[in-house]
């Protein structure tokens, strides 16, 4: 039994749309309570179990080519109200704000607007609270690659150990705990290189539903597995 509590907790909300369907409403709707109701509570809910890392995938590099320019745009909105109205209460509450994924084929407003924020939180430590835009886990290999094929690091040196210094997650703990929700049962390329001794926890929640107390139970849940890192 593990008896413990995860340092890094990671999330793939999953069930907006579905949600704003099974509701009456616009998809958009499904998005807009998870921005301003759902993933708030969440992350006041880690920071009272005192959870030091949490990743939440916003967008992945397949939503950004295969969404509409209308729900996109939507979505590009939607962050920019979130960074705006939660700076001041990521400094109040000591979050330091980071982001992950090729930031570059975001808008450029929405790219500076991320770099603002990560400037102003970069000294808070209570909980560190990474957001996955344009995010995906082989991208983010391919990048990293990339990274070391443009540096004066010589390749015969590289080894498990010191790839992790080129992903977007530089420096970050590996997830103990990744949580889906929206019934489905995969990680989607999530995390692929950080998720190597993960534990999962599946919900069939749409996200909207998942509340602060189901949170608790994913915890819960965690704790009392056996985490045995292949020995």
């Known amino acids: 039994m593990n008896n413990s509590l995860p340092k890094h907790v990671a999330i793939i909300p999953d069930g907006n749309r579905r949600w704003a369907k099974e509701n009456g409403k616009p998809s958009m709707e499904g998005h807009r309570y998870a921005a301003q109701t759902t993933l708030p509570n969440l992350i006041n809910e880690l920071i009272r179990f005192n959870i030091k890392y949490f990743t939440f995938w916003a ?27 939660k700076t001041g209460e990521f400094n109040k509450k000591g979050v330091r704000f980071l982001a992950i994924g090729d930031l570059s084929k975001l808008p450029e407003d929405l790219q ?25 886990g082989r991208d983010e290999i391919i990048r990293a690659i990339d990274k070391i094929r443009n540096s004066k690091f010589e390749i015969r040196n590289l080894i498990k150990d010191n790839f992790g210094n080129y992903l977007d997650t530089a420096g970050i703990p590996d997830p103990d705990l990744i949580i889906r929700t929206g019934g489905e049962k995969r990680l989607s390329g999530f995390m ?24 608790g139970v994913a915890i819960n849940d965690y704790s009392q597995r056996l985490r045995r890192f292949g020995k």
């Open 59 to 85: 967008l992945s590099t397949e939503n950004l080519v295969g969404r509409s320019k209308e729900e996109l745009n939507n979505l590009f909105e939607l962050t920019r109200y979130f960074l705006k109205n």
């Open 112 to 136: 500076k607007e991320i770099a603002k924020v990560v400037e102003v939180t970069k000294n808070n430590n209570k909980m560190t609270f990474m957001i996955g835009l344009n995010y995906g």
């Open 192 to 215: 692929l290189w950080q998720s190597e001794y993960s534990e999962l926890y599946f919900s069939d929640l749409l996200f909207p539903n998942f509340s602060d107390s189901e949170l």
